[in-house]
């Protein structure tokens, strides 16, 4: 199901089950997974995407092995705040997504990802990662910094109730 509101989505998580991050992209899916406190963003992974039932099994699979609770999605929004072709994009994915067996239940959400690729495109800068190893590890340290964003909200909203 997807939740529109960070709050819906965190009342919808079942207790000590970890979520994972994606950055949904053209070409790649980077994948990223919390602890089950939901305190710290672990980059895992990037997909390769194909087609979308190849990309869902993927996907399912990863969600299972790691008993993933929630899906938090990077939205692409403009500088503006706006909503372009790339978010109209992650959204349709999303709800492709809700729609299969393996999803059907899953909490799905959306955290705005603006700068989260310049933000890890610097982290891998500062470490001194080579040229080659960045472009094979961007999209899964920027669904780190979106899932770690997201879980940030989630716990300042579990502090305030």
Not at 54 to 80: C, K, Y
Not at 90 to 99: K, P
Not at 146 to 156: E, F, K, T
Request: glycine share 6%; charged share 25%; aromatic share 6%.
């Amino acid at each position: 199901m997807i939740h529109e509101t960070i709050e819906d989505f965190t009342a919808a998580l079942p207790p000590l089950r970890a979520v994972a991050g994606l950055d949904f992209g053209e070409k790649t899916v980077g994948v990223a997974v919390s602890d089950t406190f939901l305190s710290i963003a672990t980059p895992l992974e990037t997909i390769r995407r194909k087609k979308f039932g190849q990309d869902a099994v993927a996907l399912a699979a990863i969600t299972e092995t790691r008993s993933i609770a929630g899906l938090v999605l990077g939205l692409p929004r403009n500088m503006d705040g706006s909503e372009g072709p790339r978010c109209q994009s992650t959204r349709a994915f999303a709800r492709n997504l809700s729609h299969l067996p393996a999803f059907a239940d899953m909490p799905i959400t959306f955290w705005d990802e603006r700068l989260s690729t310049v933000a890890a495109e610097r982290a891998l800068l500062e470490a001194d990662t080579s040229r080659r190893r960045r472009a094979e590890v961007i999209d899964h340290v920027a669904a780190g910094y979106i899932l770690q964003g997201a879980l940030d909200r989630l716990r300042h909203i579990r502090e305030v109730s």
